[in-house]
């Protein structure tokens, strides 16, 4: 089973960009489809986007659709979320997430690995 460690959220700007990344232990990473999922405070976790092992497909929520750009690379280990014209309502802890039994992390899923997390914070 792989360990997923978060990092590169932070305070942006409206507008402003982030790059988002999970590096995961473990020799299978290749195995697993990944996602992202993000949860504001008093709210429940969202799901945000999900990517298939090779990277061929991808899939998002309405709300990041056009916006966030999920991506991998297997060769690092490494899943990313580009966020670009961020706004306030994006503001949440988000996590990445494994799951070697899917194709991939859809709306619906229910992984079986998460992160710790990594605070985004857009101001307006």
């Known amino acids: 089973q792989v360990q997923l460690v978060e990092s590169g959220g932070g305070l942006v700007q409206a507008g402003g960009s982030l790059r988002l990344s999970c590096a995961a232990s473990g020799r299978t990473f290749s195995s697993y489809a990944m996602g992202w999922f993000r949860q504001a405070p008093g709210k429940e976790r969202q799901y945000v986007a999900g990517?298939?092992?090779?990277?061929?497909?991808?899939y998002y929520a309405d709300s990041v659709k056009g916006r966030f750009t999920i991506s991998r690379d297997n060769a690092k280990n490494t899943v990313y979320l580009q966020m670009n014209s961020l706004k306030p309502e994006d503001t949440a802890v988000y996590y990445c997430?494994?799951?070697?039994?899917?194709?991939?992390?859809?709306?619906?899923?229910?992984?079986?690995?998460w992160g710790q997390g990594t605070q985004v914070t857009v101001s307006s």
């Open positions: 997430a494994a799951d070697p039994r899917l194709i991939i992390i859809t709306t619906t899923s229910r992984p079986s690995t």
């Open positions: 990517i298939t092992r090779s990277g061929g497909t991808t």
